[in-house]
T-cell receptor, first 118, second 113 residues
Framework: AQSVTQLDSHVSVSEGTPVLLRCNYS??????LFWYVQHPNKGLQLLLK??????LVKGINGFEAEFKKSETSFHLTKPSAHMSDAAEYFC????????????????FGQGTTLQVKP | DAGVIQSPRHEVTEMGQEVTLRCKPI?????LFWYRQTMMRGLELLIY????????DSGMPEDRFSAKMPNASFSTLKIQPSEPRDSAVYFC???????????FGPGTRLLVL
């Protein structure tokens, strides 16, 4: 069964410093992995996705994530935090396209709240 | 495209009343998903449709919840009767193919008094 664990429920950084949001996944098959962001009182917006192409995935607003199969990780990073990055971030996993147990479901992590201090 | 559209954006009702949430997916998307988000349980998938047909409703909490998709451009999620514990933000999302990017609507914030 697929699952995803976001290792930190809350991360606080200063503006201009690097951001690291950690995510580990469990999947029986080749997974698709996503990071979504949710700003206060807003819907979820896709930041980036991994679908078995390049292991380093670049997303919007300067975010990127690296797929590491050996570590079953898909951590989200950004070199320099901006005040507007303050939001909740969700790591998401789904079955691979060839999975027999393809259910069409996305499995969401519990979310990491990113606080950016001036 | 205008993106996924949900209405109403906010709903306040009293316990026992019927609540209907509406969603218009992105044109051309074959999959539509209904989610519920609460502080306690996070984001939960309630039900999803493929080509207007319900595929998996195992996340629907009780018989009080029902969802329909009469055509490719419209879906409803109904709660009857509503209870205070149904208070949450309900999101609709759509995607072109299964397991690919889901595009979320802005959500409906429901408060049941």
């Amino acid at each position: 069964a697929q699952s995803v664990t976001q290792l930190d429920s809350h991360v606080s950084v200063s503006e201009g410093t690097p951001v690291l949001l950690r995510c580990n996944y469990s999947s029986s098959y080749s997974p698709s992995l996503f990071w979504y962001v949710q700003h206060p009182n807003k819907g979820l917006q896709l930041l980036l996705k991994y679908t078995s192409a390049a292991t380093l995935v670049k997303g919007i607003n300067g975010f990127e994530a690296e797929f590491k199969k050996s570590e079953t990780s898909f951590h989200l990073t950004k070199p320099s935090a901006h005040m507007s990055d303050a939001a909740e971030y969700f790591c998401v996993v789904s079955d691979g396209v060839l999975a027999r147990s393809n259910t069409g479901k996305l499995i969401f992590g519990q979310g990491t709240t990113l606080q950016v201090k001036p | 495209d205008a993106g996924v559209i949900q209405s109403p954006r906010h709903e306040v009702t009293e316990m026992g009343q019927e609540v209907t949430l509406r969603c218009k997916p992105i044109s051309g998307h074959d999959y539509l998903f209904w989610y519920r988000q609460t502080m306690m349980r996070g984001l939960e998938l309630l039900i999803y449709f493929n080509n207007n047909v319900p595929i998996d409703d195992s996340g629907m909490p009780e018989d009080r919840f029902s969802a329909k998709m009469p055509n490719a451009s419209f879906s409803t999620l109904k709660i009857q009767p509503s209870e205070p514990r149904d208070s949450a933000v309900y999101f609709c999302a759509s995607s072109f193919v299964v397991q690919e990017t889901q595009y979320f609507g802005p959500g409906t914030r429901l408060l049941v008094l």
